[in-house]
């Protein structure tokens, strides 16, 4: 089995930075994509960002400029760094992770709530 450790969201004014973090630990032999979602209460839930094994990212149209995603493989950890933080913004983000333990598999942290609020 894997776990999911995410961290980093917090309250922030309008125009701050935070960075999420989420760790993988468990039964892994290696990852491939991993990615970032957002969902507010009563909607889908959105990619934010994503990153391949091989490095490639992809971003959505809302957050390009404003929001880097990376990874450290020898720690297992996917990072969001958000820059230039707006009101909407605000939501519980959710780390992604396609991990071969056994099997490929497909697994989702238990969401951080980031606020931007003045």
Known sequence: ???LAESGGDLVQ???SLRLSCAASGTIFTI???GWYRQAPGKQRELVAAITGGGTTNYADSVKGRFTISRDNAKNTVYLQMNSLKPEDTDVYF???NVYGRRWENFWGQGTQVTVSS
């Open 95 to 97: 780390c992604n992770v």
């Open 32 to 34: 491939n994509d991993m």
């Open 14 to 16: 309008p125009g701050g």
């Open 1 to 3: 089995q894997v776990q």
